[in-house]
């Protein structure tokens, strides 16, 4: 992978940048209209929507238990306010939505069959609840990638995996998450990820269920820091104490969002990628989009998780 260490070498041609430039000057022309119109939508319904919850606030008050009606109003009334807020606005975040869908196959044409969703659940998720790599009940997902990279197969989500409900909500994971098709396959379940402290051990011990068992790297340093579970030692052994610890090593230096898990299950591969920085964004809706400062560097993100997942990809 030296040609990646080169992410000019991956930006559209000229044509491609053509159409591209075209679509975001489309967008910059229609934008400023779009916001004023939603602007004023927004006051005013807002305004409107003030002077019914009031009006219903005065009506409660004047019923005989109405005081004790007043909290649950205020909530509904907040809550209700929220909706709007959001509703009026969704012509201009409908609008940028569709800007992304025209452009990202154009800016990732490097990647064969490259296909863009937001805010689906990829079915891999459901792979990684079964098995119980993490504990979650919902998940609020953004952007979706996949397609074929010098003969890898991937899906990319960015994702928020919460467990839980109500006031008892937590979030488990947050980030990027790659799932991806093995040179080899592994015969079983491999899993890597940093050691935590003794009560998520304990957790873990009481979530991860099945012939699932310790195993070390040989690896000093690194066995203390990491944790490796797996249900076939044998096949498991020799890519743990080779390319998986050198996989490692090499995340430890070049990750800095949060502790990388990995997972090997016969055909795919799960690359665990925690970060709170908002991969291939567009900038706000107040904003007109530049290709140089907003298009261009999206090339540059994809390419270095590229490169990760073709790294951790060889492992087995």
Partial sequence: MQSMKNPESYMPDETAVAEVRRHIDMY????????????????LAIGAYS???????????????????????????VAGGVWVWRQVWKPLRDRQ?????????KVFGFIEEVRYSAGIEPYFLDDLKRLKLVDFTKSKNDDVISG?????????????????????????????????ALAEAFPGLLVANKRGSWWERTMKEFWHTGPFNDIRSG????????????????????VIAGPLTSVLTWLGNEWHGGDVQIALSHDHGYLML?????????????????YEGHVKPLVREMVQLLAVAHVVRKVG
């Fill in 219 to 238: 690896n000093l340093r690194l066995d203390e820091t990491h944790e490796f579970r797996t249900s076939n030692h044998i096949a498991a052994q020799p």
């Fill in 28 to 43: 910059n022309v229609e934008r400023p209209g779009i916001y004023r119109n939603c602007t004023v939508s927004a006051w």
């Fill in 274 to 290: 925690p970060t709170t920085m908002n991969y291939f964004a567009l900038p706000d809706l107040q904003r007109d989009v530049s």
């Fill in 97 to 105: 939505l569709g800007l992304r869908y025209l452009l990202f196959p």
């Fill in 148 to 180: 074929m990279h010098d003969g890898m197969k991937f899906e990319l989500v960015e994702t928020e995996l919460i467990s839980g409900s109500g006031k008892s909500e937590r979030t488990t994971f947050k980030g990027l998450i790659f799932q991806f």
């Fill in 51 to 77: 002077v019914f919850v009031l009006i219903v606030i005065y009506g409660a008050l004047q019923m005989r238990d109405g005081k004790s009606m007043l909290g649950a109003l205020l909530v509904f009334g």
